[in-house]
């Protein structure tokens, strides 16, 4: 039986009844999904199946053509962008930066959710950016120009500049593409310290089923624009389940190092 998200829970975010497109494409129709707090929520699927889209309108970056997404009880989309940036930070799969901008710089506009009239620049301010730049590993780049780094590099930055904004929802759109296999690992590690350690929710979207199951301990698994289970790394990533989303006959083993489901593909000779 197909295991749907519990949109009555309550939790901080949630979408019930959505209906998600873009122009006259519709790629998700009465969607339910439920974050859990403190959770590190992992959305997995093949390609195009509506993850990112899904990551969209959870970030209030796309408004839902139906149905509505709840931060903290209220409809997303009523809120003030301000104050939604100072509960919920976005780390977009591809992030471009001003040209001539030096790490701490751009680190430092992580605090413009924090910012008002009436408070401008402060001390506590250049404190979280000095945290926040030590928290990722990339103090000792804070003078480099973002445009000399390495793509690992750039990408903890960008997420030294999501903690600037010190909020405890964190959503995370692909954070690995285009890196290699060492540094989509220093990435993650990183992530799942910031959730251990620090408590916050995080929710990225992931390729890789052996990463969701390893660093996960929320999965949602979409396929076509549905939701099709939900739950633990153990309830959501088995043989069975991985051939009904992603067409891939394959063996569902402990992992040799973590104990967590490791996907073996099976030989297609």
Not at 74 to 99: D, F
Not at 105 to 118: C, E, I, K, S, T
Not at 126 to 142: D, F, I, K, P, Q
Not at 168 to 190: V, W
Request: charged content about 25%.
């Amino acid at each position: 039986m197909t295991a749907i998200a519990d949109t009555t829970t309550t939790t901080r975010l949630h979408g019930a009844g959505l209906t998600l497109a873009y122009d006259g494409r519709t790629v998700a129709e009465d969607l339910g999904v439920t974050i859990p707090d403190q959770s590190f929520t992992v959305i997995v699927g093949p390609n195009a199946c509506g993850k990112t889209t899904l990551l969209r309108a959870l970030a209030r970056l796309l408004k839902p053509r139906k149905g509505m997404v709840y931060l903290d009880g209220e409809v997303i989309t009523s809120l003030p962008a301000k104050q939604v940036a100072r509960r919920l930070g976005l780390l977009p799969q591809s992030s471009i930066a001003p040209e001539g901008i030096t790490v701490s710089d751009l680190v430092a506009r992580g605090r413009y959710p924090h910012q008002r009239l009436l408070r401008q620049w402060s001390k506590e301010d250049a404190a979280v950016v000095e945290r926040s730049m030590a928290a990722t590993g990339v103090s000792e780049l804070a003078d480099r120009l973002v445009d000399e780094l390495s793509g690992g590099q750039r990408q903890r930055v960008w997420l030294a500049m999501a903690l600037a904004q010190e909020t405890e929802l964190l959503l995370l759109d692909e954070p690995t593409t285009y890196l290699d296999i060492s540094h989509q690992l220093d990435i993650l590690d990183l992530c799942a310290k910031l959730h251990a350690e620090q408590g916050r929710t995080l929710v990225a979207v992931l390729h890789d089923l052996n990463h969701a199951a390893r660093y996960g301990t929320h999965v949602i698994a979409m396929r076509a624009g549905e939701v099709i289970a939900t739950g633990s790394p153990d309830e959501v990533v088995t043989a069975e389940r991985v051939e009904q989303i992603f067409d891939l006959p394959c063996r569902v083993i402990p992992d040799p190092e973590t104990g967590t489901p490791l996907v073996i593909p099976k030989s297609r000779r």
